[in-house]
């Protein structure tokens, strides 16, 4: 946890809220540090999530199991997507349900079934493994609001009946059988000893599978 500055450390530093903030008391801190650094801004303004590429987008939205909202427009229509879309990224029944990435161009689309040749938003059913998915339903980019939250809200539905919740060992042991693999722009491992260099253990956790959904494969589709 670090201070709005960005500096400072409100707490050490761990894997995961257990180990960080306590089993029994990881509410009552984060509402701790919410009074100690109220918002200065309305949470519904916030910027609309984007990745820095939608090979990655496409990874991570199968590891949470969540459908991808990619939003594909020329370079001149995108800034004014990104600020009238805030208000469905920040919709109640939205946020935290889906990912979102700003694409241009076309490259995304080798490995997505049923696209189309027209700019639009897209909805995407990411494959098992983020290396692969199917377009759920394609909107235009003039779309009102409510059409597209109403819109997003059928694909979720639609994909978390259709789609199994992944267990994790079983996934990773599949992926490992199947040769699959994600080579991130992070190295994978941990510096254990603080030299400054990645430090990497044998066997299956030290190759380090991003595409078996190192950030989570054993999420729920979300409802």
Aim: glycine share 12%; charged share 25%.
């Amino acid at each position: 946890m670090l201070a709005p500055d960005g500096q400072e450390w409100l707490s050490r530093a761990s894997r995961g809220p257990e180990q960080v903030l306590g089993r029994s008391d990881a509410t009552q801190a984060l509402h701790r540090y919410s009074l100690m650094y109220p918002a200065k801004a309305d949470s519904k303004d916030a910027l609309v999530q984007d990745f820095h590429s939608f090979r990655q987008a496409l990874n991570v939205a199968s590891a949470d199991q969540r459908v991808l909202v990619l939003v594909n427009a020329p370079v001149d229509q995108e800034p004014k997507l990104r600020e009238s879309l805030r208000a469905v990224a920040n919709h109640p029944s939205v946020i935290g349900r889906f990912h979102f990435d700003f694409e241009q161009g076309s490259e995304w689309k080798a490995k997505i079934s049923g696209t189309r040749d027209q700019a639009g938003i897209v909805l995407i059913h990411p494959g098992e493994f983020g290396l692969e998915g199917k377009v759920l339903n394609h909107l235009p980019l003039d779309a009102a609001n409510d059409q597209i939250i109403a819109t997003m809200g059928k694909a979720n539905a639609r994909f978390a009946a259709t789609t199994e919740k992944k267990v994790y060992s079983q996934h990773v042991a599949k992926g490992t059988r199947e040769g699959i693999y994600f080579e991130g722009a992070v190295p994978y491992g941990e510096d254990r000893d603080g030299d400054g260099e990645i430090d990497h253990r044998g066997g299956a956790r030290g190759r380090g599978r991003g595409g078996l959904g190192g950030r989570g494969a054993g999420g729920s589709p979300r409802r």
